[in-house]
């Protein structure tokens, strides 16, 4: 695993640690590293109303938000067990209202990287690539 993707685990597993998956049990972390090279980390959060529940990808992808960020350049989503896990379909498309296609995807376990792939591979027929345009900061 390269040096720069250390930093990305090492976010979201600190991020997964804190999930809160009281129904399902399962944990998950993400990490986006934003365009301007700062990396933003978010857990599940699960609820008793099910579908009102957040994967880990959206809380860090609104964490990025809230500090700024427009755009996503690398992707890392960390979860036990035996299988590799990948971002749900939902998640899918909102990775891709902040990133690009070839955006790398690290799909993670807690002893590292087990395969990188990109987003276009992922969701191949997202809804427009980046079609909407972050507003211009004053």
């Given at each position: 695993?390269?040096?720069?993707?250390?930093?990305?685990?090492?976010?979201?597993?600190?991020?997964?640690?804190?999930?809160?998956?009281?129904?399902?049990?399962?944990?998950?972390?993400?990490?986006?590293?934003?365009?301007?090279?700062?990396?933003?980390?978010?857990?599940?959060v699960?609820n008793?109303?099910?579908?009102?529940?957040?994967?880990?990808?959206?809380?860090?992808?609104?964490?990025?938000?809230?500090?700024?960020?427009?755009?996503?350049?690398e992707?890392?989503?960390?979860a036990?067990?035996?299988?590799?896990?990948?971002?749900?379909?939902?998640?899918?498309?909102r990775?891709?209202?902040?990133?690009?296609?070839?955006?790398?995807?690290?799909?993670?376990?807690?002893?590292?990287?087990?395969?990188?792939?990109?987003?276009?591979?992922l969701?191949?027929?997202?809804?427009?690539?980046?079609?909407?345009?972050?507003?211009?900061?004053?």
């Open positions: 695993m390269r040096m720069a993707t250390q930093d990305l685990l090492q976010a979201a597993l600190t991020a997964q640690a804190r999930a809160h998956a009281p129904y399902s049990g399962f944990k998950v972390g993400a990490a986006l590293r934003a365009a301007d090279g700062t990396i933003h980390a978010g857990c599940n699960e008793a109303a099910f579908p009102q529940g957040q994967c880990a990808e959206a809380t860090a992808i609104g964490v990025m938000v809230a500090a700024g960020g427009t755009a996503i350049t992707i890392l989503v960390v036990d067990g035996p299988e590799t896990v990948t971002p749900c379909g939902g998640c899918r498309q990775l891709v209202e902040f990133a690009d296609p070839a955006t790398p995807v690290h799909l993670a376990g807690p002893e590292g990287v087990r395969a990188t792939v990109s987003l276009g591979e969701l191949p027929r997202a809804f427009g690539w980046r079609q909407v345009k972050p507003e211009s900061k004053p």
